[in-house]
T-cell receptor, first 115, second 112 residues
Framework: NAGVMQNPRHLVRRRGQEARLRCSPM?????VYWYRQLPEEGLKFMVY????????ESGMPKERFSAEFPKEGPSILRIQQVVRGDSAAYFC?????????????FGSGTQLSVL | SQQGEEDPQALSIQEGENATMNCSYK?????LQWYRQNSGRGLVHLIL?????REKHSGRLRVTLDTSKKSSSLLITASRAADTASYFC????????????FGGGTRVLVKP
């Protein structure tokens, strides 16, 4: 049973470009969470999704950021017109249908660097 | 102010010693969890303690929860060099809905 898969592992973008981060949850998991981590800091919640639904996006910046978890395929975190301040590690986590806010399983993260 | 503040921010110990770190929070919780993160990797769940529990054990880990003081502690006994990592507490806040709130972490260095 593969764990939470995130790709790419590293992503380099120039200012103004778009960044697309992908997350495939563990098999059987229907809850996906996205967190952002700056160096030497904890994780900041961004968004919580279930299949085809955004449940809680209270941590998402109002502009340029969007997330989706389609019926088929991975969850996507999309950042438009990236700026240097978007440079961070972005982690995806998943949990089973009855396990919201219980044990989260994390991917290895995508390190986004904006030049 | 931030929920789930860990203390200390950094800890350096010798192999074989015990490591203790604390987590404080400000509002009522459903549960509190501890996670470990090795450098450049994702977080790994260690242990979950519910609001009606006071202590839990898992191998060399011992977690306590004091809801009256809104604090938790993680004790790693007989530490090993492989325990070197950052440790984060995460709270499932009653008022926060569907997300865990993470603290800033304690960076633990275990010297061989």
């Amino acid at each position: 049973n593969a764990g939470v898969m995130q790709n790419p592992r590293h992503l380099v973008r120039r200012r103004g470009q778009e960044a697309r981060l992908r997350c495939s949850p563990m098999k059987g998991h229907s809850h996906v969470y996205w967190y952002r981590q700056l160096p030497e800091e904890g994780l900041k919640f961004m968004v919580y999704l279930q299949k085809e639904n955004i449940i809680d996006e209270s941590g998402m910046p109002k502009e340029r950021f969007s997330a989706e978890f389609p019926k088929e395929g991975p969850s996507i975190l999309r950042i438009q017109q990236v700026v240097r301040g978007d440079s961070a590690a972005y982690f995806c986590a998943s949990s089973p249908p009855n396990g919201a806010n219980e044990k989260l399983f994390f991917g290895s993260g995508t390190q986004l660097s904006v030049l | 102010s931030q929920q789930g503040e860990e203390d200390p921010q950094a800890l350096s110990i010798q192999e074989g010693e015990n490591a203790t770190m604390n987590c404080s929070y400000k509002t009522s919780i459903n549960n509190l969890q501890w996670y470990r993160q090795n450098s450049g990797r994702g977080l790994v769940h260690l242990i979950l303690i519910r609001s009606n529990e006071r202590e839990k054990h898992s191998g060399r880990l011992r977690v306590t929860l004091d809801t009256s003081k809104k604090s938790s502690s993680l004790l790693i006994t007989a530490s090993r060099a492989a325990d070197t990592a950052s440790y984060f507490c995460a709270t499932d806040l009653e008022a926060a809905g569907n997300k865990l709130t993470f603290g800033g972490g304690t960076r633990v260095l275990v010297k061989p």
